[in-house]
């Protein structure tokens, strides 16, 4: 934790207003960024910007800018950095001006060298970055080292001269002990945790998406607000992504919110406004939102905070249960409001509805959603915000001189009766699916009916219980469906999957950087690079994981195959006779392939007789460049093609036990899921 001192203002305060940030940690690693990686990044934002009027008040590089893990230092003469940055900072600089965004960077604490000299040139720089370049944030970190005690005067001196010329300088310590430099940090990282989903962050419960842990985290002592929680990782697992930043934003609060990193170019183009909505409706309350206090968990459920001043209040609630929670809302001073003749409730997540004015003092009740989180907005004042009265609905535009856009979010089937909330506003026209439509109003509200059949039932429910079974003779069949149907590749490329392609071309220019990266492609990730003819790209076995794992390719189709070749990465040598390949039609029935090998390749006859769709190899190496098949000479299309390395054989760990249910599932609504819980 920060020290206080009254000498020292470390850039902020606990009543500073909130900085929107986006930080690049896993879009690079310690490789660090490169300038033109990083204009595509910023051409990101800048639409966002431009689109939905999205402001990002800092855009910070991560590590291996300039500093490296392990004591390595640089500087901006280096030729690791000249070679990353052509141009120095400059274009970046302007990029990022232009749409309100400034600075911030990785670093170590320490780079000041053995002499007066050294330390000195280390200083000036951070003072230049800060002085030319405007930075605005610096996050020092244990990945690169530890101050040396005798280096901590100098770094006084470095974070002193910086606030000369950048008094709102936000330094942030990630775990390290800085002796005297410690008044000089603005924030200390929360918990120590790094909040990569399923990778640093997994669910302490059976919950229906991988996000529960996240939603799981509590608040920071005292409600302090200058410390860091390392915000939402958007790389990962994205499912509900919205309910964490919401809670990172609106519950917690921090100096730094709301807090994004890694990849937010992988979202589905459907989800951008809302991501926008979150930043600019935070950024629009921000100043209201500094002083919080802790609702009861009696009441509200798990660490509720309710934000604001006496006249408008944020509330945040969470339900980590499987079954919806119904939350009574007092609309009186114990949620930190005054007096008022009546209040104005506006839900604003999940979805938005404007809920009605109610008398002060008045119970509202409100549901939280199963693992979901919610944000209501009550006030005795009126609302600023555009929005409609009798339907749910998400804000997609809303800025000056434009058209307000909203996304009326019916059931299918269903019939609202809208009218239109307007802010004040004169609103000319409006259109409903592209059709002009008269002005809905209370006295003449507009009748919405929603495409689709009915549901009939819940839409979220319980179906079956399971129970305990015989372990079914097919066991083996049933894992290897599970182990074809999976995938080893990186989380990053399974949440391109999970989003489908883009139509926005900043999206597709920032996804294409991140996934052209040499060094993305160098960490053999993913399975596609087995199928795409080239020798250079290879996709790996990931060297900390057991090697009993199998090479598992789905032809996506049964093909009639002459020869399956397995070639290895360049510098692989084959282990004589460890190589086995079977195929099978129907994952029953499996067939023998032997594999020579020459040392870089194993070839394999393909059984005569009937079409095979499922191919698996022991022995195979770690970096396997291309698996082909061939009939007649010539090589098969292998667009359908999938493949895994990971998933171990059955006969290692076969099935002790087994649960069953039957049930019938006679609708499912558009986007809904089946969610299996076991509990162990």
């Not at 942030?172 to 909040?195: I, Q, Y």
Request: charged share 25%.
């Amino acid at each position: 934790m920060p020290s206080s001192s009254p000498d020292v203002f470390p850039g902020a305060d606990e009543t500073t207003p909130s900085y929107s940030q986006y930080f690049s940690w896993i879009n690079n690693t310690n490789e660090g960024a490169t300038e033109a990686q990083t204009l595509v990044n910023l051409d990101f934002f800048r639409w966002l910007h431009d689109e939905f009027g999205m402001v990002l008040d800092i855009y910070a590089f991560d590590a291996g800018t300039l500093d490296g893990p392990s004591d390595d230092y640089g500087s901006l003469d280096r030729a690791k950095f000249r070679d990353a940055f052509p141009h120095s900072f400059d274009r970046v600089f302007h990029a990022a001006q232009a749409m309100g965004t400034r600075l911030g960077m990785w670093l170590g604490p320490d780079g000041f060298g053995e002499t007066d000299a050294d330390a000195e040139d280390r200083i000036r720089m951070l003072v230049h970055l800060c002085q030319e370049y405007d930075f605005v944030l610096y996050k020092l970190d244990g990945v690169c080292g530890q101050l040396r005690p005798e280096k901590q005067d100098a770094f006084v001196r470095a974070m002193t001269a910086c606030r000369t010329v950048r008094p709102d300088l936000i330094v942030l310590n990630h775990r390290l002990p800085l002796g005297k430099g410690l008044p000089h940090a603005t924030t200390f990282l929360w918990e120590g945790g790094e909040t990569y989903v399923d990778v640093h962050m997994i669910n302490p419960v059976t919950a229906p998406h991988n996000r529960a842990g996240v939603l799981a985290r509590g608040l920071p002592p005292h409600l302090t607000r200058l410390t860091e929680d390392h915000g939402v990782c958007l790389s990962s697992c994205l499912d509900y992504w919205e309910d964490d930043l919401i809670l990172q934003a609106f519950n917690r609060n921090l100096i730094l919110a709301p807090e994004i990193y890694a990849n937010p170019w992988l979202l589905r183009d459907d989800e951008y406004p809302k991501l926008a909505r979150i930043y600019t409706l935070h950024r629009r309350y921000r100043d209201l939102l500094i002083p919080g206090i802790v609702l009861s968990e009696d009441r509200y459920g798990p660490h509720a905070v309710s934000r604001g001043d006496e006249t408008t209040r944020f509330l945040t609630f969470r339900n980590l249960s499987w079954e919806p929670r119904t939350v009574s809302v007092r609309l009186d001073a114990s949620i930190g409001l005054g007096e008022g003749e009546s209040v104005e409730a506006r839900r604003f997540h999940p979805s938005e509805r404007i809920l009605s004015v109610f008398p002060y003092g008045a119970a509202l009740e409100v549901e939280v959603a199963p693992f979901r989180s919610c944000l209501l907005g009550v006030t005795t004042g009126r609302f600023d915000e555009a929005g409609v009265t009798g339907a749910d609905y998400e804000v997609i535009h809303d800025l000056p001189d434009r058209p307000v856009t909203l996304r009326l979010l019916g059931a299918p089937g269903g019939v609202d009766r809208i009218a239109l909330a307007t802010d004040g506003r004169a609103f000319a026209l409006a259109t409903l699916d592209g059709q002009p439509v008269p002005l809905p109003t209370a006295d003449a509200p507009l009748v919405v009916e929603y495409a689709g059949p009915a549901l009939t039932q819940p839409w979220r429910r319980k179906l079956a219980d399971l129970a305990p079974c015989p372990v079914p003779d097919d066991a083996e069949a049933l894992y290897e469906a599970t182990c074809f149907s999976g995938d080893n590749n990186a989380l990053e490329v399974r949440e391109l999957l999970r989003s489908g392609p883009t139509r926005i071309p900043a999206v597709q220019a920032a996804r294409d950087a991140f996934l052209n990266q040499p060094v993305f492609k160098g960490r053999g990730l993913w399975d596609r690079w087995m199928f795409d003819g080239d020798d250079d790209t290879f996709f790996r076995r990931h060297p900390h994981v057991e090697t009993e794992g199998l090479l598992r390719v789905d032809f996506g189709e049964p093909l009639t195959l002459d020869r399956i070749v397995i070639r290895a990465g360049k510098g692989f040598e084959a282990t004589p006779g460890a190589a086995r390949g079977e195929v099978s039609a129907d994952l029953k029935t499996w067939r023998r392939v032997d594999l020579p090998s020459n040392g870089l390749e194993f070839v394999g006859d393909a059984p005569e007789g009937a079409p095979i769709r499922y191919f698996r190899m022991r022995g195979f190496p770690e970096q396997v460049a291309e698996v082909e098949g061939f009939r007649d000479g010539r090589r098969v299309d292998r667009s359908k093609w999938r493949g895994s390395t990971m998933f171990r054989e059955y006969r290692l760990h076969p099935a002790v036990a087994a649960w069953s249910a039957t049930f019938t599932l006679p609708e499912a609504p558009s986007g809904s899921y089946l969610a299996v819980a076991i509990n162990g």
